[in-house]
């Protein structure tokens, strides 16, 4: 019972400290409306972190990570006139980089197709995949640590489009709602549902046979059980 | 006993189904649906320990730093740059070359072999030609002189790039205006270096005022990479070849473009 009231209590404090942020962000916006350059200074170091992880998952690179959290702060301070005082300033800058990503993962894939060779091509046809498979099926956490299951998982997530990408990463790692994935992506919910899906369906089926029954049993230890997702922070 | 889809595992592992108690309920009884949802966790959860790159605490200032030189002055103005007088030359001038294609187009008397529509066409493909012919000499102008620019004196850290930049985001207006024109008159050849250079004058443009050495070497290479330089010299050629041929005998111009974009 006391537990109980400590985690009802918790969960009061850390909607307090939400809401206080978005205060201080309209505070900031308002400012820097205003003319005061430096109050964007505020929105830019509260969220830069948050939105570098979107950003890493996203295109698989820093570089490009970095370069997507940049454009995404230059577009919210150019159009920050568009930006309602109502909306949480961290959605909104999360959604413009979350669009920014896809336009340059579009970008490398086209430079990419126009870059491959027939040959190099084939090279990678010819990877048998099982020279990947590792001897003893170590758990997931070690296997998370295996370079070579690390590149599998990377390579298992460049195969998917761009859109099927954004919606994994917002879905799975940053728990978004259907309708934000819905918004980012510019499709209905169902189609965005459809899209996290077919994402799931394409990595479990490129993963499955590196990550064994053995790690089914110790990711359920780990008490990976399935929840209903939340709403992005 | 009817099995689970795959559909429904992932709808209910993502927490997107309706049925939600009736799957519970299905797996508490089913080993082998539990065992496909146990399979789907390991791949999902060995995605989960993917590592993210750490940044630091300093993060959310580093990036502040790097973008600061590259704010206008006032946030939230969107649609209202396009009203700056430098925006307004551009436009300007570029609603001139539309006007002297239009013009052109009008008062040039077509030979009698020809028709009027054809003879149109070919006036306003030699004004878009000498435009996009200029435009790319800019862009080279500008390119060229961030490739060669001079180090900065012993003891002075940082190069003044501010005038490329400026004329880089100039250029960006025109640039994306030919690649649009490009892409409908079916000139794919084209539309794709006009794509690159701007991918390029876009860096260009949104890079700080005053940058460091290694900064501009930064730069240099991304020039390098896409290399663009050599992209825009060739076709900017091949442009003042098609006008000499135009200027002496005009000829069809759909079929050049769509051997060129063979090519």
């Known amino acids: 019972m006391i537990r109980m009231s400590e985690s009802a209590g918790s969960m ?18 308002e400012r820097t409306l205003a003319g005061e350059r430096d109050a964007f200074r505020v929105l830019v170091e509260r969220h830069s972190q948050q939105l570098f992880r979107l950003a890493y998952r996203m295109t698989g690179n820093e570089h490009d990570a970095e370069e997507v959290v940049q454009e995404a702060f230059l577009r919210a301070y150019r159009n920050l006139g568009q930006f309602g005082s109502r909306a949480n300033f961290g959605t909104w800058a999360y959604r413009i980089a979350a669009n920014y990503a896809i336009d340059r993962m579009r970008q490398k894939r086209t430079e990419d197709a126009r870059r491959s060779t027939p040959s190099s091509l084939a090279e990678e046809q010819e990877q048998d995949p099982l020279d990947l498979v590792p001897d003893e099926r170590p758990t997931p956490d070690r296997l998370a640590g295996n370079t070579e299951l690390r590149n599998k998982m990377e390579e298992a997530l460049k195969e998917l489009s761009s859109s099927e990408r954004t919606a994994f990463v917002m879905r799975h790692w ?24 077919r994402s799931v369906q394409k990595l479990r089926r490129a993963l499955e046979p590196y990550v064994g029954a053995r790690g089914a049993l110790q990711a359920k230890a780990a008490g990976a059980a399935p929840e209903p997702r939340g709403t992005q922070p | 006993m009817k099995h689970l889809t795959e559909e429904e595992l992932i709808g209910y592992r993502e927490g997107e189904t309706t049925q939600r108690e009736a799957i519970a309920e299905h797996l508490t009884s089913c080993s082998a649906c539990r065992a496909e949802l146990d399979r789907l966790e ?3 959860h060995a995605l989960d320990n993917l590592p993210v790159p750490e940044r630091g605490p300093e993060y959310g200032r580093a990036v502040w730093q790097q973008i600061a030189p590259r704010l206008p002055d006032k946030a939230g103005r969107g649609w209202r740059t396009w009203l700056e007088p430098r925006r307004w030359v551009a436009i300007g001038a570029m609603a001139a070359i539309v006007i002297a294609a239009f013009v052109a187009g009008r008062w040039s008397k077509p030979k009698d072999s020809e028709s009027p529509a054809a003879s149109v066409a070919q006036v306003r493909e030699r ?46 207006d025109a640039n994306r205006l030919y690649r649009e024109t490009a892409k409908q008159d079916g000139d794919a050849a084209l539309a794709s270096v006009l794509d690159d250079l701007e991918r390029v004058l876009m860096d260009v443009a949104h890079s700080p005022q005053e940058v460091t050495p290694a900064e501009l070497d930064t730069i240099r290479q991304r020039i390098e990479a896409h290399g663009i330089l050599f992209k825009v010299r060739v076709v900017g050629k091949e442009l003042q070849e098609k006008q000499k041929t135009t200027n002496s005998a005009p000829a069809a111009t759909e079929s050049k473009a769509r051997e060129r974009n063979k090519a």
């Open chain 1, 12 to 29: 009061q404090d850390r909607e307090a400290v939400r809401s206080a942020a978005r205060e201080s962000d309209a505070l900031a916006v």
């Open chain 1, 174 to 197: 940053e728990g978004c709602a259907i309708e934000e994935i819905a918004a980012v992506l510019k499709s209905t919910t169902s189609a965005a549902k459809n899209t996290v899906f």
């Open chain 2, 127 to 172: 004004v878009l030609i000498v435009a996009v012919g200029e435009h790319l000499g800019k862009s080279e102008m500008v390119l060229m002189e961030l490739a060669n620019a001079t180090p900065p004196a012993p003891g002075q850290k940082q190069i003044n790039i501010s005038a490329e930049q400026r004329r880089a985001e100039d250029l960006l």
């Open chain 2, 42 to 44: 390991a791949v999902l």
